[in-house]
């Protein structure tokens, strides 16, 4: 008989089409298998033979239907995976970075780059582990100073018995530091007349080649930085040209308390102390008759200044300021 699913021709005693696995109708007569793809489904019984002939269509082979439906998970499989793919390189672009194996091509520039100039110091390698108001015995200098010709910058020196000094040019700033430390921090007051005064905290820092560093910070936030030197800069004057004296005035002047003077020397320098400072110049009488000095601080300065002695050349009027013969 002919299997109405698959239309193969089977044995009459199966039940169960071995091509399509579909189970068999047996009251259905399959007599005519037509070429068009459909078969001629009588009933065995109660056929009426003037009814018209039903006709079923043929259903389709099992394996070829198989067949089709791999082919179409495959498909749409594939294009799934295209789409997946595309997602995740467009998603993962930007994150890529390049590795030791990437070459990158550079437009080499038909002048070469200026190096930009180094603003900050090199890194000093620090060796003081401890410290204490001895380590700032010497002499030292702001470690933004730079020294020029005819300019003077200002060297500081303490000593070991307590005496601070600062030398700027021809002028010395005399005064004392004492250490006030404790157990939390290190601490010093400084008692200068020039730039250095009142209470710092202090830090050291370098080491013996590169140089040390002291750090001075006030409470008000102000700091300097200073770096040690071995053989603070001096500077002198020379005396004027043609330079002219008058005798009378050589000798030591001191004001009524003595805390003030003024050394007239013959070979035409002049040393005057105020309190801690001492002012080293140079001097002679203009044609005005008038004490003219020079001193120097960070560049060259000149001083005029008035005088008139007494009868008896013990007493003399400086600026309006009384001065006695010592």
Aim: aromatic letters at 12%.
């Amino acid at each position: 008989m002919i299997c109405p699913r698959c239309g193969k021709d089977i044995s009459d005693s199966e039940t169960i089409c071995p091509f399509c696995y579909q189970g068999i109708n047996r009251n259905i007569d399959f007599n005519d298998y037509r070429q068009d793809g459909f078969v001629q489904i009588q009933t065995k019984e109660n056929a009426d033979p003037s009814e018209p002939i039903n006709y079923a269509p043929k259903y389709f082979n099992i394996s070829q239907f198989n067949v089709f439906v791999v082919a179409i998970v495959f498909i749409l499989g594939v294009a799934a995976f295209t789409v997946f793919s595309l997602n995740f390189v467009q998603n993962n672009e930007s994150r890529l970075e390049p590795t030791e194996n990437v070459t990158e091509y550079v437009v080499v520039p038909t002048e070469p780059p200026t190096t930009p100039e180094v603003t900050e110091p090199p890194t000093v390698k620090n060796t003081v582990k401890s410290f204490s108001i001895k380590n700032l015995y010497g002499s030292w200098k702001m470690a933004d100073a730079v020294e020029q010709e005819g300019l003077a910058i200002p060297y500081f020196t303490f000593f070991s018995d307590g005496v601070a000094q600062e030398n700027y040019g021809s002028i010395v700033y005399g005064g004392l530091f004492k250490d006030e430390s404790n157990e939390k921090k290190h601490s010093v007051y400084i008692e200068l007349e020039g730039n250095l005064d009142g209470l710092f905290e202090f830090e050291l820092t370098g080491n013996s080649k590169d140089g040390y560093t002291l750090t001075l910070t006030k409470n008000s936030g102000a700091q300097y930085k200073l770096v040690k030197v071995k053989n603070p800069k001096s500077y002198s004057l020379s005396t004027m040209k043609d330079y002219k004296i008058d005798k009378d005035l050589i000798g030591v002047w001191k004001s009524k308390d003595g805390d003030k003077d003024y050394r007239f020397n013959k070979n035409g320098t002049l040393v005057r102390n105020t309190g801690y400072t001492t002012m080293n110049t140079v001097w002679t009488i203009d044609d005005g008759g008038q004490i003219t000095l020079k001193y120097m601080r960070d560049h060259i300065i000149t001083l005029r200044l008035n005088y008139t002695m007494s009868n008896d050349k013990k007493r003399i009027k400086i600026n309006n300021v009384i001065y006695y013969k010592d």
